[in-house]
C-alpha cells in the first residue's frame, strides 16, 4: 500500500443505541485492520439515552464533537455544523466519508460533494420516512433523500426490506443499495450464561419469568403497547414480571401507565445499563419482546436470538427477515391506527403470543435454539466490518484511485 486510507465516519450523536453501536464497532474494527486511518466525528450526546464518548476514547479512535450538530431541525445550528464539516472535510483529505443517520447524512454527504471526497457512502440505520410521521415531514426527507442519492457511490441498509422501500419512493436504483447487518460482539451473546446474581438483585424470584424489552423509552418504540398487553398477561399468568431496560423521555408516563394499570408491582424500569451488561440481562429474560415502530433491524433481535431466547415482534421493517413466524418466534401486525388513537390498541393478539410462550417452556427453548443458529456470522462485528472493508476497496479501485492501495 501506498498510505492509509484516510476515512472520516459522521454521525449525529454517539449515545447508547443501535446505529451508535453500530458506527463505533464500524470504526474500531477498520481501525485494526491497519489499512485504514478512521476518524469518528459526532455531535454531543445530549438527551437521557447514555453516551458512548468515553468508549469511543477509550478504544483509541480519534474523535472529533462538533457542538453545534444536533438531531432535531435547528436551522442556524445546521448552518454552523455544515460549515464546520466542510472546512474540516477540506483540509483534511479524506478518501472516504461515511455518514450514518439522518442529520448526519445530509449534511456530511453534501459537504463532502462539495469538496470534492472522491468515495462518499451513506449507512440507513432506520429510513427517514415513514408511516407514524407526518407527510409534510416524509415529503422533505423522500427528496432529500433522492437528491443526495447521485453522489452517494453506494447506500448500506442494515436490512433488505430498507432497500426495497426506498427504491420504491424512488431514492435510488436497487443497484446504489447494499445489505450488510448491523453487527455486534457476537461471542458476549452466544456464551452468556444465566446471571442469577443479577436476577436477584432486580428483586426477581427464581420461579418468576421474564418478559423483556430493551430500548430506548421513546416516542415508537412501543412501551405502551407491552403495558397494555401485560394488563391481560398478568390476569391470565401471574407468575410473570416485565422487565424494562433502557432510560428515556416516557419514563414518568409509562411509570404513570403502570401505576393506573395496577400492574406497578410487576414492572421493573431498570434505566440505563452499560452496554457490556446487555448479554448479562437478556440471559434473565424468558422472552424477548420488541414492539418499536420504526426500525431497521433491531439488534436485539440477533442478541436474543444468540442468547436462545424466542422473540416477539411487530412485523416490521427488518424483523421479518430473521423471525421465522412459529419457528423461532411470532411476528404480530403493527397498529394501523393514527397516534393519537393508541391509547385505544388492541394488544390480544400480542398477548395470546406472550401466554403461548409463557405456558410452554419445550417451545420457548427449541425456539431459541432454531433462532440462535441463524446469528453466526452474519451478526458478527468483525464480518461487518469485514463487508465494509471490500466495499471501500472495491469502490477505490473502481474509481482508480490505487496510489494507496
Aim: charged content about 25%.
Amino acid at each position: 500500500m501506498g498510505g492509509k486510507i484516510k476515512v472520516l465516519h459522521i454521525i449525529t450523536r454517539l449515545i447508547l443505541g443501535g446505529a451508535q453501536e453500530n458506527t463505533l464497532l464500524t470504526a474500531e474494527g477498520l481501525q485494526k485492520i491497519g489499512d485504514y486511518e478512521v476518524t469518528l466525528l459526532t455531535g454531543p450526546p445530549l438527551g437521557p439515552e447514555g453516551s458512548l464518548i468515553e468508549e469511543a476514547k477509550r478504544k483509541g479512535i480519534k474523535l472529533i464533537i462538533v457542538d453545534s450538530l444536533r438531531r432535531n431541525i435547528h436551522p442556524w445550528l445546521d448552518v454552523k455544523s455544515f460549515f464546520k464539516l466542510y472546512f474540516l472535510i477540506k483540509k483534511s483529505g479524506y478518501h472516504i466519508v461515511h455518514t450514518h443517520s439522518t442529520k448526519a447524512g445530509i449534511l456530511g454527504r453534501i459537504a463532502a460533494q462539495e469538496t470534492g471526497v472522491p468515495i462518499i457512502i451513506h449507512t440507513i440505520h432506520g429510513l427517514p420516512f415513514f408511516p407514524y410521521q407526518n407527510k409534510f415531514m416524509n415529503f422533505g426527507a423522500v427528496n432529500l433523500e433522492r437528491l443526495l442519492a447521485p453522489s452517494t457511490d453506494k447506500i448500506i441498509t442494515v436490512c433488505d426490506i430498507m432497500a426495497r422501500k426506498a427504491h420504491a419512493a424512488k431514492v435510488a436504483p436497487l443497484n446504489k443499495f447494499l445489505t450488510i447487518y448491523s453487527g455486534m460482539e457476537l461471542n458476549e451473546f452466544l456464551n452468556v450464561k444465566e446471571n442469577k446474581d443479577l436476577k436477584e438483585s432486580l428483586g426477581i424470584k427464581d420461579n418468576e419469568l421474564v418478559i423483556g424489552k430493551i430500548a430506548r423509552l421513546f416516542e415508537l418504540k412501543g412501551h405502551r403497547f407491552l403495558l397494555k398487553s401485560a394488563k391481560e398477561i398478568i390476569s391470565k399468568f401471574s407468575n410473570v414480571k416485565f422487565l424494562f431496560v433502557g432510560d428515556g423521555i416516557l419514563k414518568d408516563e409509562l411509570t404513570k401507565q403502570a401505576l393506573e394499570l395496577g400492574i406497578e408491582d410487576k414492572i421493573i424500569f431498570a434505566g440505563l445499563i452499560p452496554r457490556e451488561k446487555i448479554p448479562d440481562y437478556i440471559s434473565i429474560m424468558d422472552i424477548v419482546v420488541h414492539v418499536s415502530l420504526r426500525e431497521g433491524l433491531a439488534r436485539v433481535i440477533p442478541q436474543a436470538f444468540a442468547c436462545s431466547k424466542p422473540v416477539v415482534s411487530f412485523s416490521i421493517d427488518g424483523a421479518d427477515e430473521i423471525i421465522k413466524d412459529g419457528e423461532n418466534g411470532f411476528l404480530i401486525p403493527p397498529p394501523i391506527i393514527p397516534e393519537k388513537e393508541w391509547e385505544n390498541y388492541e394488544s390480544s393478539q400480542l398477548s395470546s403470543c406472550i401466554l403461548k410462550l409463557l405456558q410452554d417452556e419445550n417451545l420457548r427453548k427449541k425456539m431459541g435454539e432454531e433462532g440462535k443458529k441463524i446469528v453466526d456470522p452474519i451478526f458478527s462485528s468483525e464480518y461487518m466490518v469485514k463487508q465494509i472493508d471490500i466495499l471501500y476497496k472495491k469502490l477505490l479501485k473502481d474509481k482508480k484511485i490505487t496510489s494507496i492501495l
